[in-house]
């Protein structure tokens, strides 16, 4: 059995680089040649679907659910752990539909501060706010005909989740500070790595915008549920890097190789492709050299932890914050001010995650001194 797993198969099609439109990344490889296809760059289907690698069952059934839903003008939801490639499947679907020639617009809900996302998605005149010194359209104006991706749309504030579903439902809004309406034609694509299903039940996400934007579902598989694709996610990932940094790398060795594969990636491919950077860059000798005893290893020594309901989070959250505060709520060093809430929130988040405050510890030795007494 050869001891190394030649690199140079990867690219039966040697005049191209590995950034071609000529590379089919989905089908055609084949465990026997560990190769890609090559086909002719004219191929629309190619071209849509980009560099989606992978031809493990789990990986095929996603593609094929893209194929059935992009020709429409669905509202999809994709959902997955962090660093699946869900934006990459968002633009598999906007490429393959007939909004292909329009904007196709992102925006992560989860990077933009709660106050000002109100503004991002749906603009605002000037003067609308502090700091508002010229008008701005948002990202539905500027989505209009194409596509407009929300990624982490569970972070989005249930206050703006109404303003969210009034567009999706009736296409129209209003900027902040007018009271212009304005129509969109918007093709919505949401995705997200949270259960919102299990958000709607805690009420942090509005049921009827979970049943508005959950109307083509699309959950993309963890790494660890398609071991079969790492092997050529390996190749690729190599071959690019090398590219781009002008090094020759002809050999990945089979202990690596397996160590690899046998990994579990929590932080899934986009975990994946960061190694294989790192280490692209350290190898010489064309042999790839992955750091496994310093990176893989450390990774599987570490437990997993039970997965955490949201309220839970909160209430934890919210509990070493008391801690630090010795107890106190109110007042500049108080936890309310550390939590950046009000106080009034802060006592009802309080109440509703079962945090006993002051108040109700107040009010049983009430009631506890009242039924002595009686």
């Not at 008008?135 to 005909?145: E, I, M, N, S, V």
């Amino acid at each position: 059995m050869s001891s190394a797993a030649p690199l140079r198969q990867a690219w039966p099609c040697p005049e191209q680089s590995p950034n071609s439109e000529m590379f089919d990344l989905q089908p055609g490889f084949s465990p026997a040649t560990d190769g890609y296809r090559c086909h002719d760059p004219g191929s629309q289907r190619n071209r849509q679907r980009g560099f989606i690698v992978g031809s493990s069952p789990a990986i095929q059934r996603v593609l094929s659910l893209v194929d059935m839903v992009a020709p429409t003008d669905s509202t999809v939801l994709i959902e997955g752990e962090t660093g699946t490639g869900k934006e990459l499947i968002a633009r598999a679907i906007h490429e393959q539909s007939r909004r292909s020639t329009r904007p196709f617009i992102t925006v992560n809900c989860a990077a933009i501060p709660a106050g000002l996302l109100e503004s991002e998605l749906f603009g605002h005149e000037k003067g609308a706010f502090t700091g508002a010194a010229m008008r701005r359209p948002g990202r539905f104006k500027l989505a209009d005909q194409g596509s407009l991706f929300l990624d982490e749309i569970g972070e989005m504030p249930v206050e703006l989740q109404a303003k969210l579903l009034r567009v999706l439902q009736e296409g129209e809004f209003e900027m902040l500070g007018s009271n212009v309406t304005q129509k969109v034609n918007v093709r919505l694509i949401a995705a997200t790595n949270a259960n919102l299903r299990d958000m709607v039940s805690d009420r942090q996400f509005r049921d009827d915008l979970y049943y508005r934007i959950n109307v083509f579902p699309i959950t993309v598989p963890a790494l660890r549920e398609r071991p079969e694709d790492i092997p050529l996610l390996v190749r690729y990932f190599v071959a690019m890097f090398a590219d781009k940094i002008g090094k020759q790398i002809d050999d990945i060795p089979s202990r690596v190789m397996q160590g690899l594969v046998e990994h579990p990636w929590p932080g899934n491919v986009r975990e994946l492709q960061n190694l294989l950077e790192r280490s692209t860059i350290l190898s010489s000798g064309g042999r790839l050299d992955v750091p496994l005893s310093t990176s893989t290893r450390k990774v599987q020594a570490w437990p997993r932890q039970t997965p955490v309901t949201l309220a839970d989070a909160k209430r934890e959250h919210i509990l070493r914050t008391l801690e630090q505060t010795r107890g106190a709520i109110a007042g500049p060093n108080g936890a309310a001010a550390l939590l950046g809430v009000k106080r009034s929130t802060l006592y009802f988040l309080m109440r509703k995650l079962g945090i006993p405050t002051k108040t109700d510890v107040c009010r049983d030795d009430s009631e506890l001194t009242s039924g002595a007494v009686a």
